[in-house]
């Protein structure tokens, strides 16, 4: 069935540093990814998305990787900082407009300075 | 915009009381989602709605659980009778559906705590 995990629940980078969230993904019919980032106290909150005719999407300062063959994604943050620290999620939407996301458990990014 | 606005921000309430969580949408956007959110489950769909109208409410635990869209700017997630189980923070996110992006604006949450 339909499932999107996190490689790792927990992640810690020192200031400065480029941080990689990796996520996997089972449905090979999921055409639409999402990272979302949530701040303790506050809803999750749209960082980029990627569609599966995509492999790379750039945004600021983060980068989303789509590999098909394997079904990973993963979500890289330049020169990362404090204020980077939080629960990032991905999410995915199967082929089917309407259909509601699905999200993972989370990875936890914790930054030092 | 205001963003997605939902109240209370948060609830405590004993267990058997009625609990209603209220959610208002962006303007303009189509689709409306509750999602309930957990250290043990992370983030669970419970129901959501296109044009007002409820199209998968799977997620929904029990028949404790009822939602409702009245209109296009407000919605409601009704927990009779509540149990301390019910205990996690609940979102309500909302969406323009249309295009291929389609990315959700959540709201801040509503923290609800059941004894």
């Known amino acids: 069935g339909e499932s999107v995990g996190l490689h790792l629940p927990t992640l810690s980078v020192q200031e400065g540093d480029n941080s990689i969230i990796n996520c996997a993904y089972s449905?090979?019919?999921?055409?639409?990814f999402i990272w979302y980032k949530q701040e303790s106290g506050k809803g999750p909150q749209f960082i980029i998305d990627i569609r599966s005719n995509m492999d790379k999407r750039q945004g600021q300062r983060v980068t989303v990787l789509l590999n098909k063959t394997v079904k990973h994604l993963s979500l890289q943050i330049a020169a990362t900082q404090p204020g980077d620290s939080a629960v990032y999620f991905c999410a995915e939407n199967g082929s089917q407009a309407g259909t509601a996301l699905i999200f993972g458990k989370g990875t936890t990014l914790s930054v030092s300075s | 915009d205001a963003g997605v606005i939902q109240s209370p921000r948060h609830e405590v309430t004993e267990m058997g009381q009625e609990v209603t969580l209220r959610c208002k949408p962006i303007?303009?956007?189509?689709?409306l989602f509750w999602y309930r959110q957990t250290m043990m489950r992370g983030l669970e769909l419970l129901i959501y709605?296109?044009?007002?109208?409820?199209?998968?409410d799977s997620g929904m635990p029990e028949d404790r659980f009822s939602a409702k869209m009245p209109n296009a700017s407000f919605s409601t997630l009704k927990i009779q009778p509540s149990e301390p189980r019910d205990s996690a923070v609940y979102f309500c996110a909302s969406s323009l559906i249309g295009g291929r992006s389609y990315g959700y604006t959540f709201g801040s949450g509503t923290r609800l705590t059941v004894v």
């Open positions: 709605f296109n044009n007002n109208v409820p199209i998968d």
């Open positions: 449905n090979s019919a999921s055409d639409y």
């Open positions: 303007s303009g956007h189509n689709s």
